[in-house]
């Protein structure tokens, strides 16, 4: 089975703390996802990466960052956190094909103060 | 832009009731259909999915494909109280690259 780890269930930061969000997966995927999700707006996509050290701007990448460092490790950025970036964060990943099924981790929810 | 659409529910059936969930999409060229369930405060499972080549049972779920029409249906049969939730659907294909694009979702609620 499809291991996605993400560090953090539950987050509480301030506001212009500079926030990161871990990501592990055990599956030696090529694809990592960061998305976040919001009530009434479904999944919106932040970044991609597809391969170490590359990246790939989402739907929603103001006010964010990503590395891909390691294959099978993915970490989100927050330069200087907002309140409107209170959300619950998921990352996920896949094989590099298309067609391919995105495996989920548990999920961080952030809360910005 | 491709498009995913879900009407967001609630969905409510009876206990042992055949519930019936569609997703609809705009590109025609999608290839791939992916059903996810997601409860409350959790991350979306990978319920089952298909490609563009046919349908698929798994236990009491089926996928289905009208490619004519443009959507994908999800079938749960003996509905249980313990299949309600939030159920998602992510179309992908060769012009998605390796994204896939998710509806908002349809909330199913089973009713003992």
């Known amino acids: 089975d499809v291991k996605v780890t993400q560090s953090s269930r539950y987050l509480v930061k301030r506001t212009g703390e500079k926030v990161f969000l871990e990501c592990v997966q055990d599956?030696?995927?090529?694809?990592m996802f960061w998305y976040r999700q919001d009530p009434g707006l479904g999944l919106r996509l932040i970044y991609f990466?597809?391969?170490?050290?590359?990246?790939e701007k989402g739907d929603i990448p103001e006010g964010y960052s990503v590395s891909r460092e390691k294959k099978e490790r993915f970490s989100l950025i927050l330069e200087s956190a907002s309140t409107n970036q209170t959300s619950m964060y998921l990352c996920?990943?896949?094989?590099?094909?298309?067609?391919?099924?995105?495996?989920f981790g548990d999920g961080t929810r952030l809360s910005i103060l | 832009q491709k498009e995913v659409e879900q009407n967001s529910g609630p969905l409510s059936v009876p206990e042992g009731a055949i519930a019936s969930l569609n997703c609809t999409y705009s590109?025609?060229?999608?290839?791939?259909f992916f059903w996810y369930r997601q409860y409350s405060g959790k991350s979306p499972e990978l319920i089952m999915f298909?490609?563009?080549?046919g349908d698929k049972e798994d236990g009491r779920f089926t996928a289905q494909l009208n490619k004519a029409s443009q959507y994908v249906s999800l079938l749960i049969r003996d509905s249980q109280p313990s299949d309600s939730a939030t159920y998602l659907c992510?179309?992908?294909?060769?012009?998605?690259?390796?994204?896939?694009?998710f509806g908002a979702g349809t909330i199913l609620r089973v009713k003992s």
């Open positions: 996920a990943s896949s094989r590099d094909r298309s067609n391919q099924p995105q495996h």
């Open positions: 599956m030696d995927h090529e694809n």
């Open positions: 990466s597809y391969d170490v050290k590359m990246k």
């Open positions: 590109d025609r060229g999608s290839q791939s």
């Open positions: 298909i490609y563009s080549n």
């Open positions: 992510a179309v992908g294909g060769m012009e998605y690259g390796n994204k896939l694009v």
